[in-house]
Each structure stands twice: as structure tokens, then as C-alpha cells.
């Protein structure tokens, strides 16, 4: 069995940061690889952010690469994103997500909300 569990969102003014984290319940967790994905009102999922299983490799989207951060601890089963230089065009909300054998699994998701 698969469960995710986001925090970490919240209300924060543009040009501010904050920290996602994701605990992950889930045997396979060191093996898989992780995601993180928003979604912004009235639009489609989009895929920000990778991250192997060993953390040697990691991937983002254009519209959040240098100022968001994927890390992982598989100690903890947990990942992180780390969100830096925050617009309004960040709001969404966000998910975690593990791959496992080609399947996704998602958390329920946390609310960004950038104000300008």
C-alpha cells in the first residue's frame, strides 16, 4: 500500500520561499523515483520536478528551474521541494507522486498561494 502526505504550503508574498515536504509510506521508496507536480486553477497538471531513487539525478520544469530545489532523504522516506523567488504564477496546488513499477502514485496535494 501507497500513501503520500504533502505540507509545507501556505500564503506567502511574491519574492518569498517556502519548503514542500512529502512523507511517503510506501516499501518501495528508496527504489523509486520521485515527482512533484501543481496544478493551477483552471489548468492542467504540469510536471516541475524529478528525482532518481539514489538522488544523483534530478529534473525540473523551465518555468521552475534555478529557483526550486528537489531533494530527497530515504532515511526519513521523504521529498522535498524547496521553492525559492516565488510569483503569483506559482500558485497551485501542489503534489507529490512515486513511481513504482511504470504506475504514479499521488498525495492529496497542498495549497501554494503566491500574492503579488
Known amino acids: 500500500q501507497v500513501s503520500l502526505v504533502e505540507s509545507g504550503g501556505g500564503l506567502v508574498q511574491a519574492g518569498g520561499s517556502l519548503k514542500l515536504s512529502c512523507a511517503a509510506s510506501a516499501r518501495a521508496f528508496s527504489t523509486s523515483p520521485m515527482a512533484w507536480f501543481r496544478q493551477a486553477p483552471g489548468k492542467e497538471r504540469e510536471d516541475i520536478a524529478h528525482?532518481?531513487?539514489?538522488?544523483?539525478?534530478?529534473s525540473y520544469s523551465d518555468s521552475v528551474k534555478g529557483r526550486f530545489t528537489i531533494f530527497r532523504d530515504n532515511s526519513k522516506n521523504a521529498v522535498y521541494l524547496q521553492m525559492n523567488s516565488l510569483t503569483p504564477e506559482d500558485t497551485g496546488v501542489y503534489y507529490c507522486?512515486?513511481?513504482?513499477?511504470?504506475?504514479?502514485?499521488w498525495g492529496q496535494g497542498t495549497q501554494v498561494t503566491v500574492s503579488s
Open positions: 528525482i532518481s531513487a539514489s538522488a544523483r539525478s534530478t
Open positions: 507522486a512515486i513511481a513504482i513499477l511504470g504506475q504514479f502514485y
